[in-house]
């Protein structure tokens, strides 16, 4: 069984102190693809040599909404010029979060517009990430989609199910996270359900958000396969399944080829 973390944040403190036992502790789950993701500029050299000191894992490059105000708009050249290179498979994250606003939000709607275009131009899928801004969220993909089409999925989602079918309507993809687990993400649940298995991926957003039965707790890529085991339940599949399900989707989004003969264990 090959389990894909596609949201992590290696270089953070919980996880960049003992990376070979997280890699480690990851593969004995199964979770065998790991995507570690950038939150800013400033970071990208220490999130690309984890990338290219694993076989396993591969990165991303962007800026997220909360980074936006102090790293400053990336602009598309820069974007592209930095993604340029085989262990970058997706741009973010990016996005909007109107929940804490740690940015102007015309800056994040900037940074978000410039991920997109440099999506466009480079064929890497954005990663997107949405709190407490669906309505400028849905506007902002419908009016650049129209301009050219491009690739993305909504990260650790726990939005609507008014937002989901937008982003599905436009071809997008759906990561779920632990947050699934919750006592209290009943209502989460009941939308998941409803929506389409060959367009969702699983996460954990480590090392934050740790799954039932590890809240508390530092959270992991091994970890998810939690969410694998919910999503199981949730879809009446056996986990199995849904890793087979949700690591073909990853590799379809991010065109990345299934470690068929591949030599981790």
């Known amino acids: 069984m090959i389990i894909v973390d596609s949201h992590c944040h290696l270089n953070m403190k919980g996880l960049n102190e003992c990376l070979d036992d997280v890699i480690a502790r990851a593969v004995a789950s199964d979770v065998k693809i790991l995507q570690t993701i950038c939150t800013k500029l400033s970071e990208f050299p220490s999130v690309l040599a984890i990338a290219e000191k694993y076989e396993n894992v591969y990165c991303s490059l962007g800026v997220h909404p909360h980074e936006v105000e102090k790293d400053g708009v990336p602009q598309v050249e820069?974007?592209?010029?930095?993604?340029?290179?085989?262990?970058?498979?997706?741009?973010?994250?990016?996005?909007?979060?109107?929940?804490?606003?740690?940015?102007?939000?015309?800056?994040?709607?900037?940074?978000?517009?410039?991920?997109?275009?440099?999506?466009?131009?480079?064929?890497?899928?954005?990663?997107?990430?949405?709190?407490?801004?669906?309505?400028?969220?849905?506007?902002?993909?419908?009016?650049?989609?129209k301009k050219g089409e491009f690739k993305g999925l909504i990260h650790c989602f726990t939005a609507t199910e008014k937002?989901?079918?937008?982003?599905?309507?436009?071809?997008?993809?759906?990561?779920?996270?632990?947050?699934?687990?919750f006592k209290k993400s009943e209502a989460l649940r009941d939308v998941v359900k409803t929506l389409p298995l060959d367009r969702l991926l699983v996460e954990t957003d480590s090392p934050y958000l740790a799954p039932e039965p590890m809240r508390g707790k530092t959270n992991e890529p091994a970890y998810t396969k939690y969410v694998v085991d919910c999503l199981a339940h949730l879809f009446s599949r056996t986990s199995k399944e849904i890793a087979e399900i949700t690591t073909a989707n990853f590799c379809a989004l991010f065109r990345v080829e299934m470690p068929i003969n591949s030599t981790i264990q």
């Open 78 to 145: 820069r974007l592209l010029d930095l993604a340029s290179t085989p262990k970058v498979i997706g741009l973010g994250e990016t996005g909007l979060d109107y929940f804490y606003n740690h940015s102007d939000k015309k800056l994040q709607q900037e940074s978000l517009l410039n991920h997109i275009a440099a999506s466009r131009e480079s064929g890497l899928p954005i990663i997107i990430h949405n709190r407490d801004s669906d309505d400028d969220m849905v506007n902002i993909l419908q009016s650049e989609m």
């Open 163 to 181: 937002l989901a079918k937008a982003v599905l309507e436009l071809g997008m993809y759906i990561s779920i996270s632990g947050i699934i687990t």
